[in-house]
T-cell receptor, first 116, second 112 residues
């Protein structure tokens, strides 16, 4: 079975450009999470969706960041305009969740973003 | 608020040594879940184990073992007879509701 798929794996862009990161969760999983990993701040949850609906976006750093999940098999994280401080590894994860669920999250390989 | 503390930042051992990675958590919830993830040099995050707050039974899986103690809010991870392939960053995480809170991670280096 395919795991969580992320694209691109690496992205290098210039400050001010729009960046779109993509994620395909594991089939049958109904929760999707976007994380950012940096040396300074570690792993941070940016936003998560349950059944395609954004549940908590309190981790989104600012209005330049937006995320969508138009259907159960696809999500995007967009940064517009990008800034050098957005450079990080962005992970997408999915899980099969419900009330009192303890199902583990499975992570994609990550997208390494570099903003020059 | 939930918090996970991994006080050790870097550990270096020689192959075949045993090593314990510490994890202390904070939560006011009575129902919660604890996890360990491994991040090898290739960068992906690999799930290792899950424990719920009602199950304090320790677990052993091959060379890996986990010690969950609610009295001290700890969920420590021991690798027995470490190998070079164990070199990675190890994250402890706490889940309340659907949100997963990670510790800062412990970088383990196993030297031949």
């Amino acid at each position: 079975d395919a795991g969580v798929i992320q694209s691109p794996r690496h992205e290098v862009t210039e400050m001010g450009q729009e960046v779109t990161l993509r994620c395909k969760p594991i089939s049958g999983h109904n929760s999707l999470f976007w994380y950012r990993q940096t040396m300074m701040r570690g792993l941070e949850l940016l936003i998560y969706f349950n059944n395609n609906v954004p549940i908590d976006d309190s981790g989104m750093p600012e209005d330049r960041f937006s995320a969508k999940m138009p259907n159960a098999s696809f999500s995007t994280l967009k940064i517009q305009p990008s800034e050098p401080r957005d450079s990080a590894v962005y992970f997408c994860a999915s899980s099969r969740s419900g009330s009192f669920s303890y199902n583990e999250q499975f992570f994609g390989p990550g997208t390494r973003l570099t903003v020059l | 608020a939930q918090k996970v503390t991994q006080a050790q930042t870097e550990i270096s051992v020689v192959e075949k040594e045993d090593v314990t990675l510490d994890c202390v958590y904070e939560t006011r919830d009575t129902t919660y879940y604890l996890f360990w993830y491994k991040q090898p040099p290739s960068g992906e995050l690999v799930f290792l184990i899950r424990r719920n707050s009602f199950d304090e039974q320790n677990e052993i899986s091959g060379r890996y073992s986990w010690n969950f103690q609610k009295s001290t809010s700890s969920f420590n991870f021991t690798i027995t007879a470490s190998q070079v392939v164990d070199s990675a960053v190890y994250f402890c995480a706490l889940k309340c509701d659907s949100k997963l809170t990670f510790g800062k991670g412990i970088t383990l280096s196993v030297r031949p």
